[in-house]
């Protein structure tokens, strides 16, 4: 029962922030309109998907801390799947600087704008749980 209201109490802290965070985008998104200036708006889309996923990862980290298995970082799993979605997520920065892209990266940075909000929410993820036990060397 005490796991159910501690899940219960995190979804609604997740709602909360989800709606403050976009308050915050109307925001921005009204300045960019009567300022044009879209520069706010463009660092916010880009940060806000990596923070909500943080947010998302916090339980995990929660748990091994109480657990005390917080000895290390598995460079495997971020390197693995934290630096190809980072490089997904700032596939509309890179498309417009003469940095090399490949087709996938291309596509999404041309016709998919929920491409790089998902991928931002997974490396946000993936940052957080990486923080682990430290893995043996074989």
Same mark, same amino acid.
Not at 105 to 131: D, Y
């Given at each position: 029962? &005490?796991? $159910? $209201? ?5 979804? +609604? ?14 925001? $921005? ?13 463009? %660092? ?5 998907? +990596? +923070? ?11 748990? &091994?801390?109480?657990?005390? &298995?917080? !000895? ?15 490089? +997904?997520?700032?596939?509309?920065? $890179? ?17 998919? %704008? ?18 682990? !036990?430290?893995? &043996?060397?074989?």
């Amino acid at each position: 029962m &005490r796991r $159910l $209201l501690f899940h219960l109490g995190f979804a +609604v802290f997740l709602i909360a922030a989800m709606m403050g965070m976009l308050s915050i985008r109307g925001g $921005l998104a009204d300045q960019a309109e009567m300022e044009f200036n879209v520069l706010p708006l463009m %660092i916010f889309d880009l940060i806000f998907p +990596v +923070v909500f996923g943080m947010l998302f990862a916090l339980p995990f980290l929660w748990r &091994r801390s109480r657990e005390a &298995r917080l !000895k290390g970082f598995a460079w495997q799993e971020f390197i693995g799947i934290g630096i190809p979605s980072l490089f +997904v997520s700032v596939s509309h920065w $890179l498309y417009y600087t003469n940095f090399p892209l490949n087709p996938v990266t291309k596509f999404f940075a041309m016709h998919a %704008i929920q491409g790089p909000i998902l991928f931002g929410f997974i490396f946000g993820f993936t940052l957080i749980h990486s923080i682990r !036990k430290r893995e &043996r060397a074989l």
